[in-house]
């Protein structure tokens, strides 16, 4: 083990030592003090409530049906007539909404009339009128909740945000490679054929406008002339020799300013019709950096055969010479922008079981939610229904609570 992976695992442990002895399960009531709840088990496998001579037993049922309440309800240990009975159970979820459930009479039992959805953690009030009495119990029934302390938090870098209203970007990626800006090239030709007498400058090396560049005596008056530099830039292309013999139609250097270069993108034919003059597209190299921004300035009208591709380009301004001319690069063509209400950051998104969930915060208090996900772009996910904005998440090391969850069990309270 390397020292890296070590101090890794080193700070792992000592997180989990310290999440362990701060961590208050979903029966711990909000004053901090831990409280038991014993729940008694009816036949039916649910919660078990008794006051007096009644009893009722409440179940979450789910089979071949979204989950619903069902209850049965005895007197004496005699099943009473659903009927005969009143029944509401208030929900109070950890996000301070609250849910009436009623119930409507079944086959030999109450079954609520509204569907209970995730997650199915809560705190309950039943209450029950049967041949004019009220009978009334209270109890928390949490999953997937948990207690950490501040200094836990600081200790694993746990972070939170607040949900809220976020643009959710469609990209096309695409490749690309890093060209030269002809539009601030000059090709040094000689302009008047002749034997070079002298080259001043080397490949890569800077020149100034107005430098002398090289000394050519022509074969016409036998005279030697100098070509200066048309702008200032580098030599990126050096084609001659001392000695040889210059003609017009061959340059003798090319010359580039390269504080911006262009991007050139490739797009396949089902691509190209999705991305116009002006979006925005992020450019970065293999590992991440460079990273630059620019818009798409020029689209060429003709295809290239052989490929059935045509070409994308940007600009992007090159100062402190990171982008070298041959690199090839990665491009996010930003083709549609769509703002939602509410949004999460996709590090906030972890699964549990078959769904996706984020670790809301209220307090000093932790519970994972269940969200239903749209669209999604590299940085933020739209959530349809699950959270609210103003809602308190965690965006990052969300997966520790994870593990700790995983590894206590928080299980439904039926």
């Known amino acids: 083990m390397n020292c890296l992976s070590l ?43 008794n006051q007096e001579n009644v009893s009722l037993e409440l179940v979450l049922f789910s089979q071949g049906m979204p989950p619903h309440f069902r209850a049965y309800i005895y007197q004496n240990d005699k099943p009473v007539l659903p009927r005969d009975t009143k029944l509401t159970v208030a929900l109070t979820r950890f996000n301070q909404n609250k849910d009436l459930i009623t119930f409507a009479p079944n086959d030999g039992f109450l ?69 030269p800006n002809r539009d601030t090239m000059a090709p040094i030709y000689p302009r008047y054929a002749g034997i070079i007498k002298t080259m001043n400058k080397i490949l890569g090396e800077e020149v100034i406008k107005g430098e002398p560049l090289v000394t050519i005596e022509s074969n016409e008056s036998l005279q030697n002339y100098t070509i200066n530099a048309p702008i200032t830039g580098t030599i990126v292309q050096k084609y001659a020799t001392n000695g040889e013999m210059a003609q017009g139609t061959k340059p003798i250097y090319d010359v580039a300013n390269l504080n911006d270069v262009w991007a050139d993108f490739t797009l396949y034919r089902k691509e ?120 308190k998440y965690v965006t990052k090391n969300s997966f520790f609570i994870k593990a700790e969850l995983g590894k206590e069990g928080a299980s439904h309270d039926d």
């Open 111 to 179: 079954q609520s009339n509204q569907a209970i959805p995730e997650p199915h953690s809560f705190d309950v009030v039943v209450t029950l009128t049967l041949a004019g009495k009220t009978y009334q119990w209270n109890y928390p029934s949490y999953e997937g909740r948990v207690k950490l302390f501040p200094s836990t938090l600081t200790a694993a870098d746990i972070q939170t945000e607040t949900a809220q209203e976020q643009t959710i970007k469609t990209q096309l990626k695409v490749v690309g490679k890093i060209v």
């Open 7 to 49: 101090k890794a695992f080193l700070t792992l442990f000592l997180f989990l030592v310290s999440l362990n002895a701060s961590i208050t399960w979903a029966n711990e009531a909000s004053t901090g003090e831990k409280t038991e709840y014993v729940a008694e088990k009816g036949p039916h496998g649910g919660r078990l409530l």
């Open 272 to 391: 190209a019709s999705l991305v116009k003059k002006g979006m925005t597209v992020r450019v970065t190299g293999d590992e991440g950096k460079p990273d630059s921004t620019s818009t798409i300035f020029y689209i060429s009208p003709l295809g290239i055969e052989d490929s059935q591709t045509t070409l994308a380009r940007a600009v992007l301004s090159n100062t402190p010479r990171l982008w070298l001319p041959g690199m090839y690069v990665n491009g996010a063509i930003i083709i549609k922008e769509r703002t939602v209400p509410v949004a999460v950051r996709l590090s906030a998104i972890q699964r549990m079981g078959e769904q996706e969930v984020v670790f809301v915060q209220q307090g000093n208090f932790f519970e994972a939610t269940p969200v239903t996900l749209g669209q999604q772009d590299n940085q933020w996910a739209e959530v349809l229904l699950g959270l609210r904005a103003g809602q």
